[in-house]
């Protein structure tokens, strides 16, 4: 009798937990699908180069932005114009109006950025072993859900002063808040609340929101950044084989 009663508590706590389990992955929403750049009606659409309000850098940090934007400023040289990556956070927060797909798992999220397609996991199962990561441009993120929300924390970024908004450190650290939110017009905006901590280049904690729009039907197009310089050798190529006949 004793041994029937185990086995009936230990039979009822496993549902309890399974119907737990289906509770929590039912408040969990889906962002899969394509997400363009959302502006508030009447929002005016941002001027590419005007004055940003200045950023709390340390002087040492400030320094350093000074120095790389004098050094490109001659050219216009940008990462982007190299085909590299914007990275975190500002592929985030812009990824130069270009459109970016989610696909999501239970144990990984993908973020799939038009721009470069360029590629950013956030991982859900089990942190990484510390002796596996190394400073990237788009880091290390690893999320968790709370409710509604994904909880994202991300480091191990490069140091980056070719951020043009958000120059970093190695030592900074992104986390983010994830949520999803419905318009009177039915449609889907997912809203990212950003936090950039990072004592190295900044004296207080660093604020951003970044709204992004569903856009139904809608499918990334390939961007090739390198075929134009490929295309160009070949050209090149060609020319030096005539030469030579």
Not at 26 to 40: I, K, L, M, N, Q
Not at 165 to 189: C, F, M, W
């Amino acid at each position: 009798m004793h041994a029937h009663t185990l086995v009936s508590r230990l039979a009822a706590a496993l549902l309890g937990l399974c119907v737990t389990a289906v509770a929590l992955a039912a408040e969990r929403p889906d962002f899969t699908g394509v997400w363009g750049t959302y502006r508030e009606p009447g929002e005016a659409r941002p001027v590419r180069g005007a004055p940003q309000p200045a950023l709390p850098l340390r002087p040492e940090a400030q320094a350093k932005v000074d120095a790389y934007r004098a050094l490109v400023a001659p050219t216009g040289d940008t990462p982007g114009g190299f085909c590299l990556g914007t990275g975190m956070p500002g592929s985030m927060l812009g990824s130069g109006g270009y459109p970016m797909e989610i696909v999501q798992h239970d144990k990984v999220i993908l973020v799939v950025f038009e721009a470069h397609a360029e590629i950013r996991r956030i991982f859900l199962d089990e942190r990484a072993n510390e002796s596996d990561l190394f400073p990237d441009r788009n880091g290390y993120s690893f999320g968790r859900w709370d409710g509604d929300k994904l909880i994202v924390e991300t480091t191990h970024l490069k140091e980056a002063v070719d951020q043009a908004r958000y120059p970093h450190s190695e030592q900074a650290k992104v986390v983010e808040e994830y949520r999803l939110i419905t318009n009177e017009d039915g449609s889907k905006i997912l809203v990212a609340n950003m936090t950039l901590t990072d004592p190295a280049f900044y004296t207080e904690p660093i604020t951003a929101e970044k709204k992004w729009l569903y856009q139904s039907g809608v499918r990334l197009l390939p961007y090739e950044c390198n075929e134009p310089t490929w295309e160009t050798h070949l050209e090149e190529l060609r020319q030096q084989q005539g030469k030579a006949g």
